[in-house]
C-alpha cells in the first residue's frame, strides 16, 4: 500500500477541499515542481528546451484553454489554433507600439484580446450545440485565419506577412527573440503555465466550474436550478480563448520568435483536440500528458530507430505518428472517454490496495 | 405542531394557483383545462394512469412548458407561464421522472450546484480561490455537508453519480433540490423504480423535509399506498383532465378515479 489515504482525516472542509486532499499528491507535486525549477534548467541541454519542454508546456497551456471549454463546459470547439493566433498577434501589435511596457504585462494582456474574440464567437453556443457548434467553431477559425493573412496592419506590413519578435528584455537579461538563451525562456514559460493552471485548477473547483459541468452535463436540469446557460457558456468562452491567447503570444514570443497564418492553423486546433482527448476530456493533469504525448511522439519516434543506427525517414515517421495517434483517439473515445489521466487515477487506486488484488 | 400544520389543509394560505391550464403539443392535448390550487406546508399529490399529464403539469409550474390558455398564480403573482429562471430564484425546485442528474460530477458537487443561486461571489475572488471565494466555498458546503447527514449519503459524497444505482442517485437528485431551500419542492415519481425499503427511506425524507422544513411539497406518485399515506390533499387526472380532487379517502371512493384505475373505457 504505496499511495493511500487511510489514516489522513480531514478535521475540516478547507482541508478536505484543497486541491491536493491526499499528502502523497501533495509531496508529488512538490517533487515535480522542484524538477521543473531546478533540475531540468541544470541539466538539459538547449535543444531538450527548445524542442520538447518548452513546447510541451505551451500546447499544455493551450490545451487546458481548449478542456475548460470542451471538457468542463461541454462545448465542442475546433478554433482554439485561431484564438492563439489573436494572442500572439495581439501581444506583437502591443510589443511594437508601446515598445517600453515589459513583454510579460504585454503576454498577459493579449489574451484578453483573445477572450474577447472568443467571446463574440461563444455567442451562437446559446443557439446551437455539439456538432453544429462545432461547425461555427470552424468558421471562427477559417476567419481568423483569413484576418492574419489579409490584414496587412496587424504584421506591420511586413513583406514576409510574417510577424517577428523584437528583443525585450526582463531587469536587463533578454527574454524574447534568438538572443534569449532557452533556459531564460523556458523559466518564465514555465511560471506562467504554473501559475495559470493553478488558477484553472481554482475556478473548475468552485462554483464556475460546477456551473460549467452542469452545463455539460444536463443543460435543463442546470437551467431549472438557476444556473443561466448564456452566460456560463460566454464565461467558458472567454477564459478557454484567454488561455489560447497567452499560449500563442508565449508560442511566438517564447518559443518560435516568428510566425506567420500557419502557424495558427486548422491542424493546431485538430493538434490541440487529439491532446484534450488523449490526455483526458475534464481533467487539468490530462492537457499535460496528452502535450507531452502528441508532441513528443514524432521526437521519439525519430529518435528510437537512430539509437539503434537506423534512419527512418521523415514520411515514415509522419505515417506512424498518425496510426498510432489515429488508433489511440478511437480507443480513447470508445473504451476511455477520461483518456491518460482516468488511467492514471485507476492506477493509484490500485496502488492503494496493493499487493492485494482486490 | 405549528399552527399552520393544524389547520385543514384546505384553509391554509395559499401558495401556488392553477387555473383554466391548457397544454397541447401539435395535435396532442397535454393537459386540458386543469385548475387547483397548492396551499403553504402541504403534501399535494397528482396521480393518473400513464400519459395523464402529470409531468406536463409540473413542466407547466415551473416554467419549461408554456401554456396555450390559463393563469399561474405563485406568491400571489399571477403569469400566463412562468419561466424556469424565475420559478428558481423564486424557490420552486424539482426532481425529474427519469433522473436529471449531473452524471460526471459527485454527490457534492450535485448538490453544491443546488446552492449556484445563493452564491454571489464574482470571479476575480475564485480565480485565486481566496477571501471571500473560500469564504463562501465553505458556507454552502457546511450547509450542504447538512442535507447529506439528513439523507444519509455519507459514503457516496465523492462518488461520480453516473456510478451510483437508481435509488441513490433519486436520493442525490432530492439532495440537490433541497440545497436550494425551495418553497415549493415538485417531485416525480421520487419513488419509482424502488424496492420496498428503498421506498419507505424515501418516504420518511419527504414527510420530514414537509415537517422539518416546512416546505410546500406537490408530488406524482403511482403507488396509490405511498400516495394515500403521504398527501394531505390528492388531484386526480386522466387524459389531461381533472376527475377528481380532495382528501386520500375522498379520492379513493371517487367512482370516476376507480373507473380511470381500472381501465374503464371512456
Ligand atoms: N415535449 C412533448 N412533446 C410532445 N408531446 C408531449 C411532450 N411532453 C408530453 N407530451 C405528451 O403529453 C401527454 C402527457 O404526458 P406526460 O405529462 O408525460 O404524462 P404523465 O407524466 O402523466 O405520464 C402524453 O400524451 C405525452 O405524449
Ligand atoms: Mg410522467
Redesign the pocket.
Known amino acids: 500500500m504505496l499511495y493511500r489515504e487511510a489514516g489522513q482525516f480531514k478535521t475540516t472542509y478547507r482541508a478536505d477541499q484543497a486541491v491536493f486532499p491526499i499528502r502523497q499528491d501533495f509531496i508529488g507535486i512538490i517533487a515535480i515542481l522542484a524538477v521543473l525549477f531546478v533540475v531540468v534548467p541544470l541539466t538539459f541541454n538547449d535543444f531538450w528546451l527548445k524542442s520538447i519542454m518548452i513546447p510541451t508546456l505551451i500546447f499544455a497551456l493551450a490545451a487546458i484553454g481548449l478542456n475548460l471549454l470542451t471538457g468542463y463546459a461541454g462545448q465542442l470547439s475546433l478554433g482554439t489554433g485561431g484564438f492563439m493566433g489573436v494572442g500572439a498577434y495581439a501581444c506583437y501589435k502591443l510589443a511594437t507600439i508601446f515598445p517600453d511596457v515589459n513583454i510579460l504585462i504585454h503576454i498577459f494582456l493579449s489574451g484578453f484580446f483573445a477572450a474577447g474574440v472568443g467571446f463574440i464567437f461563444g455567442l451562437p453556443s446559446l443557439r446551437i450545440k455539439g456538432f453544429y457548434l462545432a461547425v461555427a467553431t470552424l468558421a471562427s477559425q477559417f476567419f481568423l485565419e483569413w484576418a492574419f493573412g489579409r490584414i496587412a496592419w496587424l504584421y506591420n506590413y511586413n513583406d514576409s506577412g510574417a510577424i517577428e519578435v523584437p528583443t525585450r528584455t526582463l531587469f536587463g537579461v533578454p527574454i524574447t527573440s534568438a538572443t534569449a538563451a532557452p533556459v531564460t525562456q523556458y523559466l518564465i514559460v514555465l511560471a506562467i503555465v504554473v501559475l495559470l493552471t493553478w488558477v484553472a485548477s481554482n475556478l473548475v473547483r468552485g462554483r464556475f466550474g460546477r456551473a460549467w459541468m452542469a452545463v455539460r452535463d444536463m443543460d435543463i436540469a442546470a437551467e431549472l436550478i438557476g444556473i443561466r446557460l448564456l452566460p456560463t457558456k460566454l464565461m467558458a468562452f472567454a477564459i478557454s480563448s484567454y488561455y489560447a491567447g497567452v499560449a500563442g503570444a508565449l508560442m511566438v514570443f517564447m518559443w518560435l520568435g516568428a510566425a506567420e497564418v500557419e502557424s495558427f492553423d486548422i491542424n493546431v486546433s485538430f493538434q490541440l483536440l487529439f491532446m484534450v482527448i488523449i490526455g483526458g476530456l475534464g481533467s487539468l493533469l490530462g492537457c499535460f500528458l496528452g502535450a507531452a504525448f502528441i508532441w513528443n511522439l514524432p521526437i521519439f519516434l525519430r529518435a528510437v530507430p537512430e539509437m539503434f543506427g537506423t534512419h527512418v525517414n521523415a514520411a515514415t515517421v509522419e505515417h506512424i505518428q498518425f496510426m498510432i495517434v489515429g488508433g489511440l483517439i478511437v480507443f480513447f473515445l470508445i473504451v476511455e472517454p477520461n483518456g491518460l489521466a482516468r488511467m492514471w487515477a485507476v492506477a493509484k487506486e490500485k496502488l492503494r490496495r496493493w499487493p492485494f488484488p482486490y | 405542531m405549528s399552527a399552520a400544520e393544524q389547520l385543514a389543509p384546505a384553509s391554509r394560505e395559499l401558495l401556488l394557483n392553477i387555473e383554466n391550464v391548457s ?1 397541447s ?2 395535435g ?4 386540458r383545462d386543469v385548475s387547483f390550487d397548492v396551499r403553504k406546508g402541504e403534501i399535494r399529490a397528482i396521480i ?12 407547466v409550474i415551473n416554467g419549461f ?1 408554456h401554456p396555450q390558455e390559463g393563469t399561474i398564480t405563485y406568491r400571489g403573482e399571477s403569469r400566463r407561464d412562468m419561466r424556469p429562471h424565475i420559478a428558481a430564484t423564486q424557490g420552486i425546485a424539482r426532481t425529474f ?1 427519469n433522473v436529471a442528474l449531473f452524471r460526471g460530477m459527485t454527490t457534492l458537487d450535485n448538490i453544491m450546484t443546488g446552492r449556484t443561486l445563493k452564491m454571489k461571489t464574482g470571479l476575480f475572488w475564485h480565480l485565486f480561490r481566496w477571501g471571500p471565494a473560500e469564504t463562501e466555498e465553505l458556507e454552502h458546503r457546511e450547509q450542504v455537508e447538512r442535507i447529506i447527514d439528513f439523507l444519509e449519503i455519507q459514503a457516496i459524497r465523492k462518488t461520480p453519480v453516473g456510478r451510483l444505482p437508481y435509488g441513490l442517485q433519486k436520493r442525490v437528485e432530492l439532495g440537490r433540490a433541497l440545497a436550494m431551500e425551495p418553497e415549493l419542492l415538485l417531485l ?2 421520487p419513488m419509482a423504480g424502488m424496492n420496498l425499503e428503498e421506498k419507505e427511506d424515501m418516504s420518511r425524507f419527504i414527510l420530514d423535509v414537509s415537517s422539518q422544513f416546512g416546505t410546500t411539497i406537490a408530488l ?1 406518485e403511482h403507488d396509490m399506498g405511498v400516495v394515500m399515506d403521504l398527501s394531505d390533499r390528492v388531484v386526480v ?1 386522466d387524459y ?1 383532465q381533472k376527475i377528481a380532487d380532495g382528501t386520500p379517502d375522498e379520492v379513493k371512493s371517487n367512482q370516476d378515479v376507480i373507473d380511470a384505475y381500472l381501465g374503464v373505457a371512456h
Open positions: 397544454l403539443f401539435g396532442v392535448k397535454a393537459i393518473g394512469p400513464n400519459g395523464a399529464g402529470k409531468t406536463s403539469m409540473l413542466n412548458y421522472q416525480d415519481e406524482i387526472l389531461g
